[in-house]
């Protein structure tokens, strides 16, 4: 009995320990914060079976899926020459096309019931009842638009409420061919197609190149999208590899994209539309990517399988479907199996909240979003919405602030824009009082300087500070940046050069640097709040002016120049001026301006820095008394002597790093032993 028992509190004591891990996904779930950067969040879908088989039928290389409201699944068994018709419990409901089709590819149920199959090698688009009975068969179109010599293979299609069928046809880059059921088959033109994109050197060759030359370039052609879907209201979804940012478009009745900029998927191998005015799009290698309507991305989860055949990994993925619950339907080829995932609590109120605010119920969203953010409240998408929410019951405060938590610029800019519209209708008034009041008292000082010369006495008290060699000279370099040819010459040949001035113009031209990248404001912030580099950014700013004043000095001693180091590294810091003077405003402005007037910053930062290189050029041809052509010379020599410099230097530090890593493991090593 003794034994019996331990035996049974082991049991129980393994059940207990593995009971978490039965509960762990073997995938991770990820999204994309506001910088664009992929973080880990809570898992999105649980994987919650696999389908092997509907009753005895297996799936023979699948290709396609499509999955109902109710969840009833069809599947185009592509090998076997037919399509199955089964639901997730894995009952066969049935078999359709079987002795009719040839090589099933893509797969449509319409709300009718009415089965339409893309069939490649029988060149057609059939359409069956839903008690399997062939109705309907789409042939090659007769129109000369669709092009004579163009083949009509069908691969994957959608048919919308009107019963005009969108199909992707192999090889066909002309777009999707749209056919009208109406006299047997209409069609009515290409839909969707996409453009042929080329590189700078392409477009390059093609305009100096003969025409003979030119034919025997590749052809410049665009590519067939992979797969399509179609969501309640008609919009079509196209996934096309290789295409960049584009693979993803939303494509209205006109055939215009309204997603321009998803996070791209490497292969694309199917796309189906949630019942969320979400989209789901999967990639061949096992990723499963899930988009707002806006091609925003809030999900990534899956992945490739590494042979022990796990439920939530894949082999070749071919087919996704998405059922009225939100479960997914995976189909995978390889392994001939469809995994079924189910959405957990995080991903149902992700949804519920999207789509309130999709449909205009923007108060009511934000209940989810609220307990969404209480499970993650570092999950950009929920913040996003909340405080695009927000910003449509005309709460700017608070759509500000979580705009910000976002960092979502756009919606940050247009609140702050309400904030400072309403700020300035207020003070308005007050504003221009002020600016009379300041033109007012100019004016009453002005009559009384006229009387009484106090401006003079302020000049004759401060007179002295102007005679101190530290202050004149840094004064100098506010003139150089005003003359610079003019002050050249002083540095050159009057003694103007300090080494004094010179530190203090390069340690304000740091402060002001560091101040404008970390605590500008938001919408020109180039830094992920809470990341400092100071050390690399001071440790940029010193070596970069130290090295361009050694590589300098060596190119100009080389080439007769006539400055010295000290001069040398005057001219370099007395550039910096601009920045100094200009800064401070772009500075200010980044803390009032939205994204419609940020080109005034933009305008006012390319100054400062033409300016500052205007400078630069100007000192070395001035101060060493060379011509236009020597100063071209010694220029790129410099840029040139500052590459090889800077090779040096990662060249060393790779090696000081190795002798480092040796170090500590010998004496990692000899602790051990002793040890």
């Known amino acids: 009995m003794k034994k019996i028992c331990s035996l049974l509190l082991l049991l129980c004591l393994l059940a207990a320990l593995a009971a978490p891990a039965l509960a762990d996904t073997p995938y991770l779930t990820y999204t994309v914060n506001g910088y664009g950067d992929v973080q880990e969040t809570q ?29 009833t699944i069809y599947v185009a068994d592509t090998k076997n020459k037919r399509v199955l018709v089964g639901n997730r419990q894995g009952e066969l409901l049935g078999i359709i096309g079987k002795g009719v089709l040839q090589t099933p590819k893509g797969v449509f149920v319409t709300a009718d019931g009415s089965v339409y199959v893309a069939d490649r090698d029988a060149e057609a688009v059939f359409v069956f009842a839903p008690d399997g009975t062939l109705v309907n068969t789409y042939t090659k179109p007769d129109s000369p638009l669709y092009g004579e010599k163009v083949t009509f293979m069908p691969q994957k299609l959608v048919v919308n409420d009107a019963g005009i069928l969108f199909v992707i046809c192999e090889s066909n880059t002309n777009g999707i061919a749209e056919i009208s059921p109406i006299e047997g088959g209409t069609f009515l033109g290409y839909f969707g197609t996409n453009y042929a994109s080329a590189d700078f050197r392409t477009i390059l060759y093609r305009a100096i ?116 619950a939100g479960c997914l339907y995976v189909l995978d080829s390889a392994s001939n199996t469809i995994q079924v995932f189910e959405p957990t609590e995080f991903t149902d109120l992700i949804h519920e909240a999207l789509h309130l605010y999709a449909i205009g119920r923007y108060t009511e969203s934000k209940a989810p979003l609220t307990q969404v953010l209480a499970m993650n409240s570092l999950f950009d998408v929920a913040n996003k919405a909340m405080g695009r929410a927000f910003f449509q019951e005309e709460n700017f405060s608070e759509a500000l602030r979580y705009a910000r938590l976002a960092k979502d610029r756009d919606g940050y800019s247009d609140a702050y824009w309400e904030i400072r519209n309403a700020w300035l209708k207020r003070n308005i008034t007050t504003i221009l009082l002020v600016v009379l009041g300041l033109f007012v008292l100019s004016w009453i000082l002005g009559r009384i300087d006229r009387k009484t010369g106090w401006k003079a006495k302020v000049k004759a008290f401060f007179a002295p500070l102007g005679k101190n060699r530290y202050l004149s000279n840094l004064r100098y370099a506010f003139y150089y940046m005003r003359h610079p040819i003019d002050a050249s010459y002083g540095i050159a040949r009057e003694g103007r050069a300090n080494w004094g001035a010179s530190l203090t113009i390069l340690l304000l031209f740091l402060v002001f640097f560091l101040v404008d990248k970390y605590l500008c404001g938001f919408l020109q912030k180039t830094v992920q709040d809470g990341r400092y580099e100071l050390f690399t950014d001071v440790a940029g700013v010193l070596l970069g002016v130290i090295g361009l004043t050694a590589c300098n000095y060596l190119v100009c001693t080389i080439n007769d120049g006539e400055g010295t180091v000290k001069q040398i590294f005057t001219y370099f810091c007395y550039s910096l001026t601009p920045f100094l003077v200009f800064t401070p405003i772009a500075f200010l402005l980044s803390h009032v301006l939205t994204l419609n007037e940020v080109f005034l910053i933009t305008l006012l930062r390319i100054l400062t820095w033409g300016w500052m290189l205007v400078l630069a050029v100007l000192g070395i041809r001035e101060v060493n008394n060379y011509t236009a052509k020597e100063t071209t010379k010694v220029i790129l020599l410099t840029l040139f002597t500052v590459l090889i410099l800077a090779l040096i230097i990662f060249i060393l530090y790779i090696l000081w790093a190795q002798v480092f890593e040796f170090i500590s493991a010998i004496f990692g090593e000899a602790v051990y032993r002793i040890g």
């Open 43 to 71: 898992t999105a879908y649980l994987a919650a079976e696999a389908i092997v088989k509907f009753g005895d039928e297996s799936l023979n290389k699948p290709d396609d899926i499509f999955v109902t409201e109710d969840g």
């Open 209 to 324: 190149l003969t025409e003979q030359q030119r034919a025997k370039m590749v052809a410049n052609i665009p590519s067939t999208p992979d797969n399509l879907a179609i969501d309640s209201r008609g919009l079509i979804y196209t996934v096309t590899r290789g295409d960049g940012h584009n693979t993803l478009k939303r494509l209205n009745i006109a055939g215009k994209n309204l997603i321009t900029d998803a996070q791209p998927v490497d292969i694309p191998a199917a796309v189906a539309a949630g019942r969320h005015d979400n989209v789901y799009v999967a990639d061949q290698k096992g990723f499963l990517y899930e988009y707002d309507e806006r091609g925003e991305l809030i999900f990534v989860f899956g992945g490739k399988d590494d042979g022990n055949s796990r439920v939530g990994l894949f082999t070749t993925v071919t087919g996704i479907g998405v059922d009225g």
